[in-house]
């Protein structure tokens, strides 16, 4: 039997002596109704009416035990490792996601230096071939030149005499000896004396940009070459531009995972069996 129901019977003696001593010794024919007094309600049913019936152990609620500090910056270093730790099934997707961009990001990055090989290997076949010498890997902005100019030109078209900038502009070295005469010379037609510092400074500006003879090229006579040139360092460009973006999102999602830990070991659902309420347990700290 439950406890708010147990039965006192020194309690039920007490109050039922006190009301036959309160009841008149003369009562008319008519039926009267006791009148019975909150107070001997209370005296019957003692303390257990005030009471509410207590719950087993383990159907009692319990707060959330505290995540450790450490749980967001763990997710921050493997995304989904905070979720873990806090036991949510979410760190799966987290994980997925991870491990799916870097695979991405390392097909990516494989298929813009496989490109990238490709481009300069046609390079020192074809554009580059007929120049003895040497011939080093050139940089980046180097390729890119190739790409858009028919030719480098002559660092010097005239040895014997000096260095004689390349004359042709349709060539890189003869658009650079344009750009240093239009910038240092007052007209790019008309030279300055010879010795002067605006013939100085052109020609310095000269020497600095102008393609080295180990770096030159020509596509002269091969314009279907240059083609597949232009098609192949896209490419590599554009696999190159998509391993950046991979990294991109691989950041991303680690930035996601951490600020979700944080708000998840900050602010926990507390659900209650004894009364079926659900409520949201946080802290925030200020300084």
Same mark, same amino acid.
């Given at each position: 039997?439950?406890?708010?129901?147990?039965?006192?019977?020194? !309690?039920?003696?007490?109050?039922?002596?006190?009301?036959? #001593?309160?009841?008149?010794?003369? +009562?008319?024919?008519?039926?009267?109704?006791?009148?019975?007094?909150?107070? !001997?309600?209370?005296?019957?049913?003692?303390?257990?009416?005030?009471?509410?019936?207590?719950?087993?152990?383990?159907?009692?609620?319990?707060?959330?035990?505290?995540?450790?500090?450490?749980?967001?910056?763990?997710?921050?270093?493997?995304?989904?490792?905070?979720?873990?730790?806090?036991?949510?099934?979410?760190?799966?997707?987290?994980?997925?996601?991870?491990?799916?961009?870097?695979?991405?990001?390392?097909?990516? $990055?494989?298929?813009?230096?496989?490109?990238?090989?490709?481009?300069?290997?046609?390079?020192?076949?074809?554009?580059?071939?007929?120049?003895?010498?040497?011939?080093?890997?050139?940089?980046?902005?180097?390729?890119?030149?190739?790409?858009?100019?028919?030719?480098?030109?002559?660092?010097?078209?005239?040895?014997?005499?000096?260095?004689?900038?390349?004359?042709?502009?349709?060539?890189?070295?003869?658009?650079?000896?344009?750009?240093?005469?239009?910038?240092?010379?007052? $007209?790019?037609?008309?030279?300055?004396?010879?010795?002067?510092?605006?013939?100085?400074?052109?020609?310095?500006?000269?020497?600095?940009? !102008?393609?080295?003879?180990?770096?030159?090229?020509?596509?002269?006579?091969?314009?279907?070459?240059?083609?597949?040139?232009?098609?192949?360092?896209?490419?590599?460009?554009?696999?190159?531009?998509? !391993?950046?973006?991979?990294?991109?999102? +691989?950041?991303?999602?680690?930035?996601?995972?951490?600020?979700?830990?944080?708000?998840?070991?900050?602010?926990?659902?507390?659900?209650?069996?004894?009364?079926? $309420?659900?409520? #949201?347990?946080?802290?925030?700290?200020?300084?």
């Amino acid at each position: 039997m439950p406890a708010y129901f147990r039965f006192d019977p020194v !309690a039920l003696c007490t109050t039922a002596g006190a009301f036959l #001593l309160a009841t008149p010794p003369c +009562v008319s024919a008519q039926a009267v109704a006791p009148v019975v007094h909150p107070r !001997a309600v209370f005296a019957l049913l003692g303390d257990t009416a005030t009471k509410r019936p207590e719950l087993p152990p383990t159907m009692q609620a319990s707060a959330p035990a505290q995540a450790p500090w450490w749980t967001p910056l763990a997710s921050a270093v493997v995304p989904g490792a905070g979720q873990a730790r806090l036991g949510q099934d979410r760190f799966v997707a987290y994980a997925a996601v991870e491990g799916y961009l870097w695979i991405r990001y390392l097909s990516d $990055s494989r298929a813009g230096a496989s490109a990238r090989r490709r481009y300069r290997d046609l390079a020192l076949r074809v554009s580059r071939a007929p120049f003895p010498g040497p011939k080093p890997v050139g940089n980046f902005e180097y390729y890119e030149r190739m790409e858009h100019w028919v030719a480098s030109g002559t660092l010097d078209s005239d040895p014997a005499s000096g260095i004689q900038p390349e004359p042709d502009t349709t060539t890189f070295n003869g658009s650079i000896w344009l750009l240093a005469r239009r910038t240092y010379w007052s $007209s790019p037609a008309t030279p300055p004396p010879p010795g002067s510092a605006a013939e100085s400074a052109a020609m310095s500006f000269y020497l600095r940009s !102008a393609v080295a003879p180990e770096f030159a090229w020509s596509w002269r006579n091969a314009p279907l070459q240059q083609d597949e040139y232009r098609r192949r360092i896209r490419a590599s460009n554009e696999a190159f531009r998509r !391993a950046a973006h991979d990294v991109g999102a +691989v950041l991303a999602n680690h930035l996601l995972s951490t600020v979700d830990a944080y708000i998840s070991m900050r602010l926990r659902v507390r659900s209650s069996p004894a009364d079926g $309420s659900i409520g #949201l347990e946080g802290s925030l700290t200020f300084r």
